[in-house]
């Protein structure tokens, strides 16, 4: 089990449906099998559980941002990471969110995955709702997605797996001292 944990947030950000959650769950997973404490405050969960209530207009998307940015803040200052999982539409808010959290600590993932690509994952059928009229502010089809100008890492899934893009954030924890690398752990087991 690791003995030194660094507490940091990896911001996922991207249009409903890029694989923002799937990353999330795979980098989750991993981060417990080497032994860390790890904290998840994906968007749905958020909105049901610290956000009910607040609905899609700017001002309560901005918000609900808000609120994730405040306790992933309290958990990374006491060395916990966190993942956080939501659309995050507007720099601002994203810009706030690493303000507050610290750029020592905060890691923006640009899920940059195609609003073609997003549509042709659509499960729920979220994207013709929005586009026949029956979603109103919906990110990507009458509201706009800021995408981030200069995040940390930039995943590109349309033609890479999960696991693929699971690795690159791993890479990049590893190269910036946030995790100590598989090579350092065996030797540290020795």
Known sequence: MSTEQKGFVLWFTGLSGAGKTTIADI??????????????LDGDVVRTH??????????????????IAFVANLLARNEVPVITAAIS?????????????????FIEIHVATSLEACEARDTKGLYAKARSGEIKEFT???????????????????????????????????????????????????
């Open 89 to 105: 539409p507007y720099r601002e808010t994203r810009d706030a969110a690493r303000e507050l959290i610290g750029d020592d600590k």
């Open 27 to 40: 980098v989750e997973a991993r981060l417990r099998d080497r032994g860390s404490k790890i904290e998840v």
């Open 140 to 190: 990507g089809i009458s509201d706009p997605y800021e995408e981030p100008l200069n995040p940390e890492i930039t995943i590109q899934t349309e033609g890479s797996t999960a696991d693929e893009s699971a690795d690159e954030i791993f890479a990049y924890l590893e190269a910036n001292g946030f995790l100590t690398t598989a090579g350092e752990l065996e030797g540290a087991a020795a």
């Open 50 to 67: 610290l956000s009910k209530g607040l609905g899609f207009s700017r001002e309560d998307r901005d918000t609900n941002i808000a609120r």
